[in-house]
């Protein structure tokens, strides 16, 4: 009895595929979750590059643990043994990456249009909402890449992936800040029509995802997925308006500032993550 007991208590390093996450700020949540439910800082790690949750509890803990972070919404499949993990059913689906490549299509086409839209409306914000596009297109197109990859390999393309977003987000702080000695006032009406047809670019490319999420956690996933890009489009829209109502060109700085804040954020975490991925990996 003394000997089960132990076992059960016997800490060990276990491993969850985590599905929905979108960015390091979704990862933090998760932690935090976990955080809350008794789990030590130093016992739980997401990564925002592979989607890998490594949590050190007792076997005993696990099923409160697992209750816990699964209120974040976010889908958690345990990955058994210590080798690496296997892909995704649906990403052997053929349809699933044909849906996939219509995300692909769709963000990058768009993100080019909205970059010419921005420069002709005179727009930092709607260029930051384009290369937003842009980047999450191209990311999108690594992923598709990288399936079936081994561990290591996912690593490097997330490696990848941060660098690609921080010289984004560096681009776009840079021509703002140029911007803030060099203020002209956008085009309102041109800015909350590129922002109102983003948010619909947005919708449209989660539905052909919608089948491939079954289940309340998975549901609640594709929402996750998108709602960073909504907010950033409707954050286009209300500078527009605010842009319309003041005269200023403020607040489309302000925005365009905000995303390339997200931008470097995101891809410190990426890069962060994907070299601890990497060195444990080795």
């Known amino acids: 009895m003394a000997n089960t007991e ?3 208590l016997e ?22 979750a976990a955080h809350a439910a008794g789990v030590a800082p130093n016992d739980v790690k997401v990564s925002a590059a592979t989607h890998i949750m490594t949590l050190n509890a007792p076997e005993v803990r696990l099923p409160d643990i697992e209750k ?5 919404g976010y889908g958690f499949d345990r990955i058994e043994g210590d080798g690496d993990i296997p892909p995704n059913p649906a990403h052997q689906d053929p349809a699933y990456r044909r849906a996939l490549w219509i995300v692909v299509i769709l963000n990058v086409g768009y993100g080019v249009l909205e970059m010419i839209g921005g420069f002709i409306a005179g727009s930092q914000a709607v260029k930051a909402d384009a290369l937003d596009f842009v980047g999450d297109g191209a990311i999108t197109f690594l992923g598709l890449l990288a399936i079936g990859w081994s561990l290591v390999w996912r690593a490097r393309s ?13 681009g776009v702080l840079g021509t703002t800040i140029l911007r803030v000695f060099e ?5 309102a ?5 590129l922002g109102m047809i983003a948010l619909v670019v947005n919708v449209v490319s989660v539905l052909p995802l919608l089948r491939f999420r079954k289940g309340d956690a ?53 890069i962060r993550d994907a070299r601890a991925d990497l060195k444990a990996a080795a």
């Open 68 to 72: 816990a972070v699964a209120v974040t």
């Open 6 to 8: 132990n076992t059960q």
């Open 183 to 187: 203020q002209t006032t956008p085009d």
């Open 218 to 270: 998975n549901m609640r996933a594709v929402w996750l997925f998108s709602r960073n890009d909504a907010i950033g489009n409707a954050a286009v829209v209300i500078a527009a308006g605010l842009v319309a109502w003041l005269g200023s060109a403020w607040p489309d700085l302000i925005v365009a500032f905000g995303i390339a804040g997200l931008f470097l954020h995101s891809s410190w975490a990426i």
């Open 189 to 193: 009406g041109l800015m909350g029509l």
């Open 158 to 170: 997330a490696l990848v992936q941060g660098i690609f977003l921080g010289l984004l987000g560096l």
């Open 11 to 32: 800490v060990s390093a276990v491993r969850y595929r985590v599905s929905g996450m979108d960015c390091a700020k979704d990862a933090a949540q998760i932690e935090r």
